[in-house]
Each structure stands twice: as structure tokens, then as C-alpha cells.
């Protein structure tokens, strides 16, 4: 099992365009779990992103931040998956 956290903001517009990628191309995964979380909802997640958002992390590693490349994302998924 692959996991992809989005991490955003509720109002953030980046976050808003990045949602509907990365969900697109979980959606074409078999094996793939996606969780969004807030950083206003972590203290430590706040601290650590808030300059970065939105962030992709596939499997707890940082992927991307501000745009997300749906092939990239795509790539990196399928080489977890094969992996």
C-alpha cells in the first residue's frame, strides 16, 4: 500500500488546485490511499509546512510543494507500487 497525505489549508488556493490533480491520479492507482490534513489542525505540521503548502508526501517522504506535476506524481507511485 502506497499512502499519499496532502497537506493544505482550508482557503489556500494552490491547495485548492493541487486536490483535484492528486486525487485524480490516486484514483488511477490500485493499492493507494490518499489522506488530506490541515495544518491548522497540527501545531507541528504548521511549523514545519506552512510555507510550503500544499505538500505532497508519498509514503511520509516529501514529493512536492506550491504545484504538483500529475506525471511526476504519477511516476513516483507507480515506482512505490513496483518497488
Known sequence: MVEITLIAKPGCHLCDEARPIVER???????????????LDDPALE??????IPVVL????PHSS???DPEKLADRIRS????
Open 58 to 61: 508519498i509514503d511520509g517522504r
Open 47 to 52: 511549523a514545519r509546512w506552512a510555507d510550503d
Open 66 to 68: 506550491w504545484r504538483v
Open 25 to 39: 491520479v490516486v484514483a488511477g492507482f490500485d493499492g493507494v490511499a490518499m489522506t488530506e490534513v490541515s495544518i
Open 80 to 83: 512505490r507500487l513496483t518497488a
